[in-house]
């Protein structure tokens, strides 16, 4: 796991918030353009961050990209969140 990459791609809050509209299932780039109010090109550069840190996933249907979460990686970077915390605490 590259932790800094991914940490990097949730340290924006367009970000995390785009991952938060993926827990409930995979969504199109215009789907996901139409929720925030900046530029497609912009959440173009969101999604490509975000598969980059592998925290999503893209499948192309046609002329769709399709995206959803790839629930492993946050699972990773719990796991190293939770060994900052060490026992006994």
Request: without cysteine; neutral net charge; hydrophobic residues 45%.
């Amino acid at each position: 796991m590259a932790i800094n990459t991914t940490m990097k791609a949730l340290s924006d809050p367009i970000r995390r918030e785009i991952l938060q509209l993926l827990k409930a299932g995979r969504l199109s780039a215009g789907e996901i353009a139409e929720k925030f109010p900046v530029s497609g090109a912009a959440i173009s550069k969101h999604l490509s961050v975000l598969k980059d840190a592998d925290l999503i996933r893209d499948a192309r249907e046609g002329k769709f990209i399709f995206y959803e979460l790839n629930a492993s990686v946050l699972e990773e970077v719990m796991l190293w969140l939770t060994g900052l915390k060490g026992e006994g605490t």
